[in-house]
């Protein structure tokens, strides 16, 4: 007996699917992680328990590959789901700067010398090759925000859909484009690249955090009923849920900035790691929970704004 074709709408069955993959993302990199902390070498392999400072230290372990890919596949992701609300036009801003978190390296704080950059007690670094690849990958950012900026501004203005929300994202992108670009290559302000985001310091930490924090108003957002026409209304549980997951997450981000700032009283505590995986934890719960609200949704938000 052939089986009966489901009746949901192509449409609704890529914004289900999109939505699901951010769930999968997060699984994929925590799974990453978690094996490069009990892997102590893969070749040949041997188990242990080497735990990292952070997720964002997976860029120095065979873990790289997972953790930049994934950061990439969410931006796209969190682009291909642009849509018509306030809450869609802060994902595109985070979309924005996803990319930026697997470009940039985090810092490493040792007392001996990587490659030529020398590392003091407390004070953070990277390997010298990490930084030719940071200002590659930077490069290529800016050039491509430039291409997407164009291109979205050319079909608005072909097809006649002004969407005020696609300029101020595209204004955000060439920005910060534009900022980090200067950061890394103008000889004023490069000199202690990618370490001189004046007064924060590391260009990592900056981008991180605007990323969780911006998307930290999107679940509140949610949590007061339907933000696009013909929306699912979330049930009570699931505005409950939605508001839980902005405050711990802002609370997840006061720890984040408290172990940075703290590093010393922690010690050896891998406070930051915990905090980065909560913090992508409540990600995914996020977008596991709008999945279900938003699952028969007659018409999901498109990158194209309605006709007026």
Not at 2 to 23: G, I
Not at 159 to 172: G, K, Q
Not at 227 to 252: F, K, V
Not at 274 to 298: C, K, M, S, Y
Request: proline share 8%.
């Amino acid at each position: 007996m052939a089986a009966v074709d489901s009746p949901a709408t192509t449409p609704q069955k890529t914004h289900r699917h999109l939505r699901l993959s951010l769930v999968l993302i997060v699984f994929a990199l925590l799974v990453g992680v978690a094996l490069q902390s009990v892997v102590v070498m893969w070749e040949p392999l041997m188990f242990g328990w080497n735990p990292l400072h952070s997720i964002s230290h997976a860029i120095y372990t065979p873990a790289r590959d997972v953790f930049v890919g994934a950061l990439l596949a969410v931006s796209v992701v969190l682009l291909a789901l642009s849509g018509r609300s306030r809450a869609t036009t802060l994902l595109d801003v985070c979309a924005v700067f996803a990319p930026l978190i697997a470009i940039v390296p985090t810092g490493l704080a040792d007392t001996r010398a990587v490659g030529h950059i020398p590392c003091p007690v407390a004070t953070d670094c990277i390997p010298a090759g990490y930084v030719g690849s940071a200002k590659a990958g930077i490069a290529v950012y800016a050039v491509v925000v430039v291409a997407v900026v164009i291109t979205t501004a050319v079909i608005r203005r072909r097809t006649r859909t002004p969407n005020r929300a696609a300029v101020l994202v595209s204004a955000i992108a060439l920005v910060t484009a534009a900022v980090v670009t200067a950061l890394a290559f103008a000889p004023a302000l490069n000199e202690h690249f990618p370490f001189n985001f004046w007064p924060v310091n590391s260009i990592h930490f900056v981008v991180t955090l605007i990323f969780f924090g911006v998307f930290a108003a999107v679940p509140i957002l949610y949590s007061r009923g339907p933000l696009d026409p013909g929306e699912t209304p979330p049930s009570p549980r699931q505005r409950s849920i939605y508001r839980w997951i902005t405050g711990l997450l802002i609370a997840d981000l006061v720890l984040l900035v408290a172990a940075v700032v703290f590093r010393q009283v922690f010690g050896e505590t891998p406070v930051v790691l915990i905090g980065e995986a909560v913090a992508l934890v409540l990600f995914a719960a996020f977008w596991w929970v709008q999945t279900f609200q938003r699952w028969n949704d007659p018409d999901p938000p498109s990158i194209a704004a309605p006709r007026s």
